[in-house]
């Protein structure tokens, strides 16, 4: 007799535990997800941090929290993960009440792009395993990885030569009443510009920067399309790190910077084109705009208009840098009118060592093949 009201009383224990976990279970309960930094460059280390709190009386025995994320985030700890066509990740949690667990799980960035997490699900069960409750959430978190920087040692001959241009043409607008700042001496800078007393302080030549009387810009013209029928990826890669270097580079120099292609933006669908502008907040947007353009170089827009436009409307002191692997003639001949109105502007032509170089297809730019290795 004492079986049945045994039985009657783990039944209603069962039922009883599973309607309060059931309605309870998610009362209290916050699972956050995000990416420990707002922004790294390719080939960075970085981690997305996990934390679950659990603000009850109620624990959560088993707690499963599943999410993706790009496989191009690589992951040091397999554990957990399944990787197909994105990583997938079954973390299963026990916590306890009023506990607050927190896991950080590092991984390398292997490509530029813009990154979320998707598909968040939390998953709870009941003391005995048998009921399964799931709710989805949104993640509100996201990672941009920038091209990866060119290094200055490569940059170095070809960068000179564009300052020692654009400081040849400004010379004549510097007004050497508006002082902006001091910075280390280059070769491309005139002696008259070194500030003798900054440099005893610092042990180290240093110059004075002024402000101009008239705005100029250098235009970055960024050609992604690719003409030959399969697309490389290292050229196209190349091609973007470049213009983000040569970017970062002519705006810690003050001097204010357009970026126009024909790249298409991931997120708005649109190409990309960004107005002149200068400073850590520019070249934020810049380099933001470059890692989410997308991989497709196959059937984009010309850029050709977007030069030909320039034609009209340049300015003596304004520079023009054109980087594409693509030789293609209309391009070049368009960008070689513009550059007889602005001399000593630059053609950067992304190429692997094997392949030729058509530099009289623009002759009256500074035109510079840049070499790409074929493997990384």
């Not at 009386?57 to 197909?84: D, Y």
């Not at 500030?195 to 100029?216: F, P």
């Not at 692997?325 to 070689?336: A, E």
């Amino acid at each position: 007799m004492i079986i049945l009201p045994t039985l009657f009383a783990v039944l209603l224990l069962y039922i009883l535990q599973a309607v309060y976990y059931k309605k309870y279970w998610m009362r209290g309960l916050e699972c956050q997800i995000r990416f420990q930094d707002h922004a790294v460059n390719e080939g960075d280390a970085s981690c997305l941090l996990e934390t679950i709190t659990n603000r009850k009386l109620l624990p959560l025995t088993t707690l499963q929290v599943k999410f993706s994320v790009s496989r191009k985030l690589k992951f040091s700890e397999a554990e957990n993960t399944a990787t197909t066509d994105n990583n997938y990740r079954n973390d299963i949690f026990s916590v306890m009440s009023y506990e607050k667990i927190s896991r950080s799980l590092p991984f390398t960035a292997s490509k530029r792009g813009c990154y979320q997490v998707w598909n968040l699900d939390l998953i709870s069960f009941d003391l005995f395993l048998m009921n399964k409750s799931v709710i989805s959430r949104a993640v509100d978190t996201s990672l941009y990885v920038y091209p990866k920087p060119v290094p200055f040692a490569e940059l170095k001959a070809p960068f000179r030569k564009m300052m020692g241009t654009i400081l040849t043409r400004n010379s004549a607008f510097e007004d050497p009443f508006e002082f902006r700042g001091i910075r280390p001496y280059q070769q491309y800078d005139p002696m008259k510009a070194v500030n003798w007393k900054a440099s005893a302080k610092t042990g180290e030549l240093m110059v004075n920067v002024h402000d101009y009387t008239a705005s100029r810009q250098v235009t970055i013209f960024l050609n992604l399309a690719d003409d030959s029928s399969w697309h490389s990826e290292r050229l196209f890669e190349n091609a973007i790190r470049l213009a983000a270097s040569y970017a970062e580079l002519l705006l810690a120099e003050g001097i204010p910077v357009q970026l126009i292609t024909n790249g298409i933006d991931a997120m708005t669908k649109q190409t990309l084109v960004l107005p002149a502008g200068a400073g850590t907040h520019h070249i934020r947007t810049l380099k933001e705009g470059l890692a989410r353009l997308s991989d497709r170089s196959q059937d984009l827009p010309e850029l050709e208009p977007l030069i030909a436009e320039k034609l009209s409307v340049t300015h003596g002191a304004d520079f023009y840098l054109l980087i594409s692997y693509s030789q293609n003639s209309r391009l070049l001949r368009t960008f070689d009118q513009l550059c007889l109105q602005s001399e000593g502007s630059q053609w950067i032509a992304p190429l692997h060592n094997d392949m030729e170089f058509l530099q009289d297809r623009c002759p009256h730019a500074v035109s510079i093949k840049w070499e790409v290795s074929r493997i990384e």
